[in-house]
DNA sequence: AACAAGACCTGCATGC
DNA sequence: TGCATGCAGGTCTTGT
């Protein structure tokens, strides 16, 4: 689930409730996460002091201090189904933490920190201290943030070159672009007018930078709008985000396309809140109008076929 | 280097 | 109602 906005939104929620405290408990429940939580995790934050937390790609980077000594940086992958939840202190005794609660960790304010999982493709790992988390093996090769202002065409077209692979298949590798995932990817190729099967080395400049343009357009609207909840991700206060109201076409096989029209006859609405059921997309009219479903790369991939191409 | 496929793990919706 | 099946927001590994 969490893409760069969800991410983004996690980041702002915890910034400033987080900055500033001093960790005081680390409780593991559940040690095998998709790697396994690295030796010395608890002791590296006990008694260490958050200083921050920032957003990499869909990576969340939390240095810490001893005094006013640089410790460890903890980073964390939220994989597709993970949470970061705050509970506030409470005098009463906390309820029983639940099977995919699988780290806690208390604040000296008493503040409490939930990693909750179900799937356990999430993770947690450390930079050592003094470490730049840049280098780090899971960050090293992540490609350009598309929010940072240097973001454009050109840039963009850079890193598609020589690639033939389809364009939706080549924005889903981190290392042409950091932080989008499946559901942007697909909205950001509607809003350029770009078919998801087009070769990526094949985009003019032109192309490119519409497209550039409407992949930082989709993520700030994300963003602006907490996010997307689907079915697992919160924000850290538990509420969820909006954006899946504002889908243009993912999970929308079957409906009228909301650019060209084209389907509006025929549309069958899927009528569950935005996730398509598998196979839909075959009766929007005669000659394919209307958002359509394909797989790319072993993922659903939304299109429509007339205004995309 | 680029690409395709499979694996990881669990919960949910759907269909029978 | 209960069971089997397929699908899901991500990333890594292996093989071509």
Sequence with gaps: MPE???????????????????????????????CP??????????????????RRAKYLLMPLARGDQAAETVIWHLGMSGRILVHPPS??????????????????????LVFHDPRRFGLVDLVPAGGDPATHPRLAGLGPEPLDPGFDGPT????????RGPIKVALLDQSVVAGLGNIYVCEALFHAGLAPIRPA???????????????????????????????????????LGSFQHRFAVYGRAGEPCPGCHCGAAVAVPTGNGGRARAGAGNGAGAAGHGIQRTVMGGRATYACPHKQR
């Design 201 to 239: 080395g094949g985009l003019s400049e032109v192309e490119g930078a519409r497209l550039a343009a409407a992949i930082r357009a989709v993520l700030a609207d994300a963003i602006a709008a907490g996010g997307t909840s689907l079915r697992d991700y919160r924000r850290t206060d538990g509420t």
């Design 156 to 163: 963009l077209l850079a890193r598609l070159a020589g690639r």
């Design 91 to 112: 005098p009463a005794p906390r309820p029983e933490p639940g099977p995919h609660d699988h780290i806690l960790i208390d604040t000296e304010e008493g503040l409490r």
């Design 37 to 54: 939580i690295p030796d010395g995790f608890g002791q590296a934050l006990t008694g260490a002091r958050v200083v921050g937390l920032v």
């Design 4 to 34: 760069l906005p969800e991410v983004e939104t996690v980041c702002r929620g915890l910034l400033p409730v987080l900055a500033g405290r001093v960790l005081v408990r680390i409780v593991l429940r559940r040690p095998d996460l998709r």
